[in-house]
Nanobody, 115 residues
Framework: QVQLVESGGGLEQPGGSLRLSCVAS????????MGWYRQAPGKQRELVAS???????NYADSVKGRFTISRDNAKNTVYLQMNSLKPEDTAVYYC?????????WGQGTQVTVSS
């Protein structure tokens, strides 16, 4: 069993930056593929970025060049550095841990980009 707790969301102006963190409890963090998803009002949840156990990363086209996902296995933590934020980045951001058919989700953190 893995529990995920996100933090770092908030209100930011367009062009600004935020860093999200997700701390995992339980064992075996390094074996999980970790990801960040987001869900805007009235829209489906979508993958923002993921990082495999090898460190290989994957990004949605809409955030390439602006967001960076990273992980610190010693701290059981995955990060999402978000730069050059746009109003369309406004959403609830969820941390995800995946191992085979096992999926775990955090409770989400709100990110609002507005002037």
């Amino acid at each position: 069993q893995v529990q995920l707790v996100e933090s770092g969301g908030g209100l930011e102006q367009p062009g600004g930056s935020l860093r999200l963190s997700c701390v995992a409890s339980g064992s075996g963090f390094s074996r999980y593929t970790m990801g960040w998803y987001r869900q805007a009002p009235g829209k489906q949840r979508e993958l923002v970025a993921s990082i495999a156990t090898t460190g290989s990363t994957n990004y949605a086209d809409s955030v390439k060049g602006r967001f960076t996902i990273s992980r610190d296995n010693a701290k059981n933590t995955v990060y999402l550095q978000m730069n050059s934020l746009k109003p369309e980045d406004t959403a609830v951001y969820y941390c995800n841990a995946k191992l085979g058919l096992l999926y775990y989700w955090g409770q989400g953190t709100q990110v609002t980009v507005s002037s």
